[in-house]
C-alpha cells in the first residue's frame, strides 16, 4: 500500500486557495464575455451591463474585477495579445540572423493580426474618437516600435542594410510596414491570406532595405 503525505495546507488556506481560484474562473469568464460583446457590438457601444449578463455576474463584479469600463478593455487587450500570439512575434524576433528574424516577424505578424482582427480593428476605430482608448493604442504600439527599432539596428550590426541606409529609415520602412493598417488594406481591402501578406510585405521590406543577397 502507497501512502500518501499528510498535507500541510491548513483549512484557512485551503479555502483562500479555493477564493483565488474562484476569482480567477469569474475574471476569465469576463474577459471572455467582453471579447464577444466588444467583437459584435465594438468597444463604444458595448455597455458594462451587457458584458455582466453575458458572464452571468453582477455589474459590481465587473467594477470590483477590473475598476472601470477602460480597465476592462486593458484586460481585453492582454488576452488579444495572448491568444494572438504575441510571445511567437518575439520568438522570431530574438532569432540570430537578422534577416531571418525579421521574415518571421512579419509572418507571426501578420498571422496576430488575423487572429484577432475583428478586436483590433473596432478597438483602432475607436481609438480615433475615445483620447483614453487612444492612448492604450500608442502604449501598445511602442512595444512594436521597440521590436522593429531592435530589428533595424541588428539588421545594421550585422551589414544586412544597403549602402547608405540609414537605422533611421529601416526603423520608419519596418513600422509602416508592419502596422495592422498596412496589413488590413490588403487583408480586407484585398482578400490575401495573413502568409500571403507576410510574404509581401517582407518583399517590400527587403526591396528598400537590404542588400542584395
Not at 74 to 81: F, G, I, S, W
Not at 119 to 125: E, F, P, Q, T
Not at 170 to 197: K, M, V
Amino acid at each position: 500500500m502507497i501512502f500518501s503525505k499528510k498535507s500541510s495546507m491548513s483549512p484557512r488556506d485551503y479555502q483562500l486557495g479555493k477564493r483565488a481560484a474562484g476569482v480567477a474562473e469569474t475574471r476569465t469568464r469576463i474577459v471572455e464575455a467582453a471579447r464577444a460583446v466588444f467583437a459584435q457590438d465594438g468597444f463604444h457601444r458595448a455597455p458594462v451591463e451587457a458584458v455582466a449578463r453575458r458572464a452571468d455576474v453582477a455589474r459590481a463584479t465587473v467594477y470590483y474585477q477590473f475598476d472601470s469600463r477602460l480597465g476592462l478593455i486593458e484586460a481585453v487587450l492582454d488576452d488579444v495579445e495572448r491568444r494572438g500570439g504575441q510571445q511567437r512575434v518575439l520568438t522570431a524576433v530574438a532569432l540570430a540572423d537578422a534577416v531571418e528574424a525579421t521574415r518571421r516577424a512579419f509572418e507571426e505578424g501578420s498571422r496576430f493580426w488575423a487572429a484577432e482582427h475583428i478586436l483590433v480593428r473596432k478597438l483602432i476605430g475607436l481609438a480615433a474618437a475615445d483620447p483614453e482608448i487612444r492612448q492604450l493604442v500608442v502604449q501598445r504600439d511602442r512595444n512594436r516600435l521597440a521590436l522593429v527599432t531592435r530589428l533595424a539596428e541588428r539588421l545594421g550590426a550585422q551589414r544586412r542594410l544597403r549602402p547608405g541606409c540609414a537605422i533611421e529609415k529601416a526603423i520608419q520602412t519596418l513600422w509602416l510596414l508592419s502596422s495592422f493598417e498596412a496589413f488590413d488594406q490588403l487583408f480586407t481591402g484585398q482578400g490575401l491570406a495573413a502568409d500571403d501578406i507576410a510574404a509581401f510585405l517582407f518583399e517590400l521590406a527587403e526591396r528598400a532595405l537590404l542588400r542584395s543577397a
